[in-house]
């Protein structure tokens, strides 16, 4: 037969939170509330560093230009101190070790031209002469040819003067796809490594986004310069905002529940 006790009118009370559980709430509560405060400020001094960062890239990028790094200035030049500077050189074009690496620019998809250039000193460095479209990278053209014990000794061809922005060179490949020198497929400028390819030795950790109409006539192939994009995201304000509002929503949902969390559980 079914049960016919009669069940107790009213609210089933509940037991009371223990002190401990509320005090473990509230620590969790504080904890994640002041993680999240910290980390907007975190972003606070990102935005800062960024927006000093774009004023002193903006500076070097108007300022006049100065002759590249020496052999002797290697060693010093940094990403933070000279990425995007101006600067001019002068050397002989080695045409014949020209490669291209993989790009996207505003005209398309296509290649850049990455050339060795020997300066009078005997050292190289790399310049990026410019863009040209992927119909114009046909097979053979950019073979994977190796130099010899010393590649300045007769470069050849007219001297020529380059201006440009200086780059740190990119190691590691681009996105999802590594750099393959056996197959002569590049996708980022690492200048170290199409250097070691082709037998060319030590070369400028740099390499130097030429101008616009400064490739030589003389080139095999032109490329279209001056096409460097320089611009950064910025989104920390946003991501600091996000943070603190984190911070607050913890902090009132915990004050919210303290206040009226056990007038619910009574119900």
């Known amino acids: ?47 800062q560093w960024k927006q000093d960062l774009i004023a002193r890239v903006d500076d070097r990028v108007h300022a006049p230009p100065v002759a590249a790094p020496a052999v002797a200035q290697w060693a010093q030049v940094s990403r933070a101190s000279d990425e995007y500077r101006r600067v001019s050189l002068t050397g002989h074009y080695l045409y014949q070790f020209t490669t291209p690496v993989q790009a996207l620019s505003e005209l398309g998809a296509g290649f850049w031209l990455l050339t060795p250039l020997c300066r009078a000193d005997g050292s190289i460095v790399f310049v990026n002469r410019g863009f040209i479209p992927s119909s114009d990278n046909k097979p ?72 616009k109409g400064q490739d030589p006539a003389a080139a095999p192939e032109r490329a279209v310069g001056g096409l460097t994009v320089i611009a950064f995201q910025n989104n920390h304000i946003v991501y600091a905002l996000t943070w603190y509002g984190l911070s607050a929503m913890v902090l009132a949902a915990w004050w919210w529940v303290r206040r009226h969390g056990a007038a619910i559980a009574d119900d």
């Open 1 to 47: 037969m079914p049960d016919q006790r009669a069940k107790p009118a009213g609210p089933v009370a509940h037991p009371p939170r223990s002190a401990f559980a509320r005090r473990a709430v509230g620590a969790a509560a504080l904890l994640l509330a002041v993680l999240f405060a910290g980390l907007g400020s975190w972003q606070v001094m990102r935005l």
């Open 140 to 211: 053979g053209t950019y073979a994977a040819r190796r130099a010899g014990s010393n590649p300045c000794a007769a470069p050849g061809g007219e001297p020529v003067r380059v201006t440009g922005l200086l780059r740190i060179g990119e190691p590691g490949g681009g996105f999802l796809r590594e750099n393959d020198p056996k197959g002569n497929r590049w996708y980022s400028r690492d200048v170290a490594l199409i250097a070691q390819a082709r037998g060319l030795g030590p070369v400028a950790p740099y390499f130097v986004d030429a101008g």
